[in-house]
């Protein structure tokens, strides 16, 4: 029981970071357009900056989501053993 309540504070841990995570990368996009209609000055700067935050926020995201998949596929274990119904 106890490998069943961990796995699922696990994946719920797991899916708040992936909201927050799938929020911030909304908020780079939007600060990265609000800059692309600035002034010239260190525009270029500023939007390559966000572009390399918006592939790293990416990359959060997939890695996250994989191991989300993964817990998710632990707790399907934990419930019905090593059954590959699917």
């Not at 927050?20 to 692309?36: D, E, F, H, Q, Y």
């Not at 918006?54 to 191991?67: D, E, K, N, S, W």
Request: proline share 0%; glycine share 10%.
């Amino acid at each position: 029981m106890a490998r069943k309540d961990q796995l699922s504070e696990e994946i719920r841990l797991l899916t708040e970071m992936l909201k927050l995570l799938w929020l911030t990368l909304i908020a780079l996009i939007g600060s990265v357009g609000g800059l692309a209609l600035a002034e010239f000055g260190l525009r270029i700067v500023a939007i390559g900056a966000g572009v390399v935050a918006i592939v790293t926020v990416v990359g959060l995201i997939g890695y996250l989501y994989r191991r989300l998949l993964a817990r998710i596929a632990n707790m399907e274990e934990v419930y019905y053993g090593n059954l590959h119904w699917r």
